[in-house]
């Protein structure tokens, strides 16, 4: 099987956002490290609205001139040393700003691209692909929508083609939410895992110009839910997030998935990556070809990193850890 793991490079986007060293700098420090150690590559999917907003910026403020510095030379050392970077679109940037006391984040009626009119979208795709390019010095073939809302995939298709983003990886078959700030169903998506698409990213079309390669999910017990909140307060040293920011609130999420079972993502990101070797040995006999793992750098606790290090340790001669680029 080919295994693609994942991580959203981002700060936060609830009331703190968190700061640079510990949301980006040092965690994926330690995860490149895990790659030169095991000999496995990692998907980077940066915040392309993140390093837009940082280049306008930075000149203002000589705190963000070095927080610019430190991720320039991070994302560099991620490309130099073989993992790749890829495209993921958080578009509250527009409306996000730096001030004396650190970014104001600004997500009412403007979290999801589906917030602007066509004319903008075009226009923010334009901007944070060019800030990405630049920042980077390559070009993402691949795509993930921030907060998963990559609905109605119609409004990014022409924008796409000319920009050369055939991949995407937005979708976790089977959830659903819709809030303020969200809105996205999977609840139809194709249990597959990888399928070519159009306009619509849960109808399989066989010569759709676009490739889905979803993020894995599975099902989760409520008792699941109950042991990542009461270890992460019991324990914190071994079950604390390594970022220093808040969360985006999805409310009714976390007492739904405390009550039923619920779907969700295949991760790295704290108690979740204690899934990480069942899910895979359980798809593996089934005869999946890929699997895309989710995560966050900022989300990485000693925990997960201890049980990370212990699945790629074990499985790196059984399965291949790919990215994106070795699709082509
Ligand atoms: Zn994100």
Redesign the pocket.
């Known amino acids: 099987m080919n295994i693609l793991l994942t991580f ?1 490079y ?1 700060l936060f986007f609830g009331s703190k956002s968190g700061s640079v060293e510990h949301c980006l700098i040092r965690p994926t420090e330690r995860l490149v490290r895990l790659c030169e150690k095991y000999e496995v590559k990692m998907t980077f ?1 940066l ?1 392309a609205g993140y390093l837009w907003r940082l280049q306008k910026e930075k000149d203002s403020y000589p705190e963000l001139h070095k927080e610019m510095d430190a991720i320039s030379h991070q994302i560099k050392q991620i490309v130099r040393s073989g993992n790749d970077v890829q495209f ?1 679109v ?1 578009p509250h940037w527009e409306k996000s700003f730096y001030s004396e006391k650190g970014w104001k984040i600004e997500t009412s009626g403007c979290y999801k691209l589906s917030d602007f009119d066509q004319v903008e979208i075009n226009g923010i795709l334009d901007r944070y692909y060019h800030a990405f390019c630049e920042m980077t010095e390559v070009k993402p073939i691949a795509y ?1 929508a ?2 998963w809302c990559v609905q109605p995939f119609s409004l990014l298709v022409q924008k796409f083609e000319a920009l050369g983003i055939r991949y995407d990886s937005s979708v976790m078959p089977g959830v659903s939410f819709h809030s303020e700030h969200y809105a996205f169903d999977f609840t139809d998506a194709p249990r597959k895992d990888n399928y070519a698409f159009q306009t619509d990213v849960c109808l399989e079309t066989e010569k759709g110009a676009f490739t889905e390669l979803p993020i894995s999910s599975m099902k989760y017990s409520a008792l699941f839910f109950w042991r990542l909140y009461i270890l992460g307060r019991l324990f914190p040293s071994r079950h604390k997030m390594l970022g220093d920011g808040n969360f985006l609130p999805q409310p009714g999420r976390k007492k739904k998935s405390l009550m039923n079972a619920t779907v969700n993502h295949v991760s790295t990101d704290g108690y979740f990556a204690s899934k990480l070797e069942f899910y895979h040995q359980s798809v593996s006999k089934r005869g999946q070809d890929y699997s895309v793992v989710i995560g966050h750098p900022k989300s990485m606790t000693e925990f997960s990193f201890e049980k990370l290090e212990r699945f790629i340790a074990k499985n790196r001669n059984k399965h291949r850890f790919i990215t994106f680029r070795d699709l082509e």
Do not use: M, P
Request: glycine share 22%; charged share 45%; net charge negative.
């Open positions: 959203d981002e999917f915040d993921h958080h993930r921030g907060g």
